[in-house]
């Protein structure tokens, strides 16, 4: 990692698998198409990797107003999982997702972060049409 710079990384253990698809302002990205396209790709920890995505932006939902925000993609990060993984389906989407990753669901009128194990069947999760 190169000192000179200014980096804030969030060291945020959840992760989705490589072939996910992501929203972007430039169409429809798998996380494997932002690595590769990523600027100042660094090495930050043994074999943990993050890169640059200016200008890139995303669709994201904002759990107080209900509301869908777009926001800058800061960074990617790439590194082995050792973690369980779930793979999460609603309707003919799903997504591969760490146990420890956020969920959001509405679950009696009200959206929450949850965790996959603790989704239920009655749980209304938020996608993206």
Excluded: A
Aim: aromatic share 8%; net charge positive; hydrophobic share 30%.
């Amino acid at each position: 990692m190169d000192k000179t710079k200014d980096y804030v990384l969030y060291c945020d253990t959840d992760s989705v698998g490589g072939e996910s698809i992501i929203n972007t302002n430039i169409g429809n990205k798998t996380i494997e198409d932002l690595w590769l396209m990523s600027d100042e790709k660094e090495q930050y920890n043994h074999n943990k990797y993050f890169g640059l995505l200016p200008g890139l932006k995303t669709i994201t939902f904002n759990k107080k107003n209900g509301q869908l925000e777009e926001k800058n993609i800061k960074y990617i990060m790439k590194h082995e999982v050792k973690k369980k993984m779930y793979r999460i389906k609603c309707g003919n989407k799903s997504v591969d997702v760490t146990e420890d990753h956020s969920i959001i669901v509405e679950r009696e009128g009200t959206f929450i972060s949850i965790t996959p194990l603790n989704i239920l069947k009655s749980d209304k999760i938020i996608i993206l049409k």
